[in-house]
């Protein structure tokens, strides 16, 4: 059973920076999308930035350059980390890390295609 666990999140006010982590186990595909994605409450879940197998990544546009993911761990129980800077209170959501077998080279932004979830951990940008 693959498992993802989120963790990090917190309160930070505008323009401060958080990290996030996602822990992954019990996966043991060499092809993977692995990424975050966030929600409001009352709105569509949307994209952040995803990872394939082979490295390559894709951010959302409006998000990029502010949001950086990165990969650490070892194979069998990698860390997934999205470093957040120059944060706005518009970034605050749920902020989940999610994954799929799909991998390179059809690694989308889009939450439907991924069939694995954590549970989520609560990211709020505030005065």
């Known amino acids: 059973q693959v498992l993802l666990e989120e963790s990090g999140g917190g309160s930070v006010q505008p323009g401060g920076s958080l990290r996030l982590s996602c822990t992954v186990s019990?996966?043991?595909?060499?092809?993977?999308?692995i990424g975050w994605f966030r929600q409001v409450p009352g709105k569509e879940t949307e994209g952040v930035v995803v990872?394939?197998?082979?490295?390559?990544?894709?951010?959302s546009d409006p998000l990029k350059g502010r949001f950086t993911l990165s990969l650490a761990g070892t194979k069998t129980k990698p860390v997934l980390y999205l470093q957040m800077d120059s944060l706005k209170p518009e970034d605050t959501a749920t902020y989940y890390c999610?994954?799929?077998?799909?991998?390179?080279?059809?690694?989308?932004?889009?939450?439907?295609?991924?069939?694995?979830w954590g549970q989520g951990t609560q990211v709020t940008v505030s005065s």
């Open positions: 990872r394939d197998q082979l490295g390559g990544m894709l951010y």
């Open positions: 999610a994954l799929n077998t799909i991998g390179w080279p059809r690694c989308t932004l889009t939450p439907g295609s991924y069939e694995t």
């Open positions: 019990g996966y043991a595909d060499d092809k993977y999308c």
